[in-house]
T-cell receptor, first 112, second 113 residues
Framework: DGGITQSPKYLFRKEGQNVTLSCEQNLNHDAMYWYRQDPGQGLRLIYYSQIVNDFQKGDIAEGYSVSREKKESFPLTVTSAQKNPTAFYLC???????????FGPGTRLTVL | GDSVTQMEGPVTLSEEAFLTINCTYTATGYPSLFWYVQYPGEGLQLLLKATKADDKGSNKGFEATYRKETTSFHLEKGSVQVSDSAVYFCALGTIQGAQKLVFGQGTRLTINP
């Protein structure tokens, strides 16, 4: 089955530690995205990548980093510089020339 | 810049009631419009879409019509079920510039039996 996988579903980390969230897609999509969702709020774009080895900052990139070494993978690192990292993180992908995005199931990160 | 404004929630209805969730947008160019649904603890699922003016998107009994003259894309369903309880997001996308979607803040819908 084609789709987007995110792992793990729940992640706990101590304050001050970096943590990497995984996102993999087998839809052969060119573009991939990371969003942050806080309780009762909409989605805010962290980073996006339209092709391999290229990515751009979204609206709230500070304290996050990404890489896009393979078309199917777009990992997100939440660094210790992110002031309030506890949130639900969603990964998405789309074909390059279309805007419809497909979402993964999300990772809930809790920093203790 | 581009923006989406959704009806504030939460919205609570009884089963079999008629549903409308309002969505208006501001955009340059000719955006595509989307409705996504999010069930508790899950990611977003595309519910329906429309790519040009006067298009009607429909799925699972939900409908929305792309109204360019009123810059709106209201979501409707004639008879809601308990299983429709979720958060609904309106979004727009444009191929001008980067391939990004702009989301509304979401509307939480609860259907009581």
């Amino acid at each position: 089955d084609g789709g987007i996988t995110q792992s793990p579903k729940y992640l706990f980390r101590k304050e001050g530690q970096n943590v990497t969230l995984s996102c993999e897609q087998n839809l052969n999509h060119d573009a991939m995205y990371w969003y942050r969702q806080d309780p009762g709020q909409g989605l805010r774009l962290i980073y996006y990548s339209q092709i391999v080895n290229d990515f751009q900052k979204g609206d709230i990139a500070e304290g996050y980093s990404v890489s896009r070494e393979k078309k199917e993978s777009f990992p997100l690192t939440v660094t210790s510089a992110q002031k309030n990292p506890t949130a639900f993180y969603l990964c998405a992908s789309s074909m390059y020339i279309y805007n419809e995005q497909f979402f993964g199931p999300g990772t809930r990160l809790t920093v203790l | 810049g581009d923006s989406v404004t959704q009806m504030e929630g939460p919205v609570t209805l009884s089963e079999e009631a008629f549903l409308t969730i309002n969505c208006t947008y501001t955009a340059t160019g000719y955006p595509s419009l989307f409705w996504y649904v999010q069930y508790p603890g899950e990611g977003l699922q595309l519910l329906l879409k429309a790519t040009k003016a006067d298009d009607k998107g429909s799925n699972k009994g939900f409908e929305a019509t792309y109204r360019k003259e009123t810059t709106s894309f209201h979501l409707e369903k004639g008879s809601v079920q308990v299983s429709d309880s979720a958060v609904y997001f309106c979004a727009l996308g444009t191929i001008q510039g980067a391939q990004k979607l702009v989301f509304g803040q979401g509307t939480r819908l609860t259907i009581n039996p």
